[in-house]
């Protein structure tokens, strides 16, 4: 349910469907991240979003150690969202 | 003339890619095909021929079926450096369930029981025996226990005999627990479950009150119910109908659920069983078979069944509730969408008996009314038919450490993961599955169990299969049904990508 990663100009891009992530999770992430990364998320029709990611500052010296805290912390959150509701 | 070769595609994108196998399960799916899974849950069918270049490493790395696999985590290669971390965010979210430790805890607060159902798995006594009632003593002492749980979150369940025969003490328990819980803040989530045969308005005010759910039980019509749940007084299901009425109307048709136990008699009544829950507006249903714990062990002549039996009245009921979800309405087969949301997503699931580590103690610790602990309700009913070895102690004479991590509960835990149980360590369908060895002791006499002979096996196969075979099917209208089940959504709000990757 989610596309492989892209990268262009130091931004991550990554397509996922709301149907695993939900919009709470991506944007809990977005805020959590905000002073480290610089995140937009775009609607791609069918349920899909874009999530593009730009590590900032320090974090811009890893950028993929930061990407990839930035969807483990997404990862995180929905599971922790989805074991509150079962 | 000149031969004229051209180089292979990978010759123009930077050289061979050589790639690993990460470790994966497999099996046959149906009879020219294969199933792969991996730790994490992911899976992927293959024909004999991509099976056999995948093992002999000679897929074509640019191949859909590559990038699939490497999608999937089935193997590694060199185009990325990252992949052991993501491997390991993977697994840990897979096993997040565990994190903050025990987080339902079960209080037996009687024994006493106005019905004299043959399945039931309590040694039920009469409504006037009292001492068969938890103490406040034992009650509070185990609301200490809860509330040292690790976990931010916990659910205190109220179950019997019918818990509200001894409601004085299941609203000590609230109160306490609410008054105790000012300076931890933990989120409690209390649940009532009740027959409903003697709900009262002082019953609805307190569950209003406290934000209580209430969990009851309906086996399907009136000629099932009241043959499975009798009642001397009345029938059963007239005043459960009557009672849910009231529940629904009061606290809200979401704040009640309903569960429903099948018996040779329910075999015959799939759709009979499902219109009634329909009727009766309620949500979901659980198609649960018997336990063999308690009375039913006593009883299983008169009211047992063959797994195969199950299986066979799961998939005629399976058929009718796809059907009533394509006419629009949301109507979720409770145990499905646990196992699909283990098969469709990253995440795992609160369900105690679909966990590995299995959640007999991990997930889920009963507080008898004699105080004594064990780490299952089922554990409980072994000990009420006179075997008491999986008992974890006791709330008035040990401590936390000594109930949690005691020689007891470490005997259970070395049962517990089915990722090296015999039988389940090599099965495709291990990562979608559970371990029990509540289940195994007490119908095989071994923690460990027999896979081969095992009920629990059969059947969690059997529906697990069934599910891949609808997910095999391509069939995207009820890949849809699922993930409105999964995401509790209407179907009309779901809208599946156009490239799946499932």
Redesign the interface.
Known sequence: ????YSEERGIYTRVV?N??YSRQSIAAAQSAFRAHCSVTVRPQG???VAVHVKPLGESAREP?QAV?EF??FV??T???R????? | MARTEFHSLGHYQGGEVKYGLLPFRLGRFGADEYIISNDLGEYAFLSPTDLERLISKKLDPNSDTYLNLR?KNFVSDDRG??HG??LA??YK?KK??LDGFTKLHIFVTTLRCDHSCPYCQVSRQSEDRTKYDMTPEIARRGVDLMLRSPAR?VTCEFQGGESLLNFPLLKDIVQYATERNRALRKAITFVACTNLSTLTDEHLAFFKQHNILVSTSLDGPQHIHDKNRPLSRASSHGLFEANLKRVQGYLGPDRVSALMTTTKESLAYPDEIIDEYLRLDLSSIFLRPLSPFGFAVKTVKAIGYDTSDFLAFYKKAFVRILEINRSGRHFPESYAT?IL?KI????????VDLQSPAGAGFGVVVYNYDGEVYASDESRMLAEMGDTNLRLGNVLENSYEEIFFGEEMQTIAAASCNEALPGCSDCVYQPFCGADPVYHYATQGDLFGHRPTSGFCQRNMGIIKYLLEFLHSGNREIERIF?SW???TPLRQ?????????
């Not at chain 1, 989805?82 to 079962?86: D, E």
């Not at chain 2, 779901?494 to 799946?500: N, Y």
């Open positions: 349910m989610s596309t492989f469907s149907l695993m069918q349920g899909n993929t990839l969807w483990n990862l995180d929905e599971a922790q989805r074991l509150a509701m079962s | 999608a450096s990252v971390r993501i965010s993977r979210t997040s369930f979150a646990l949301e469709l997503t990253p995440f795992p699931n609160g369900y993930w999964i995401n509790r779901v809208s599946l990508p156009e490239a799946s990757w499932l």
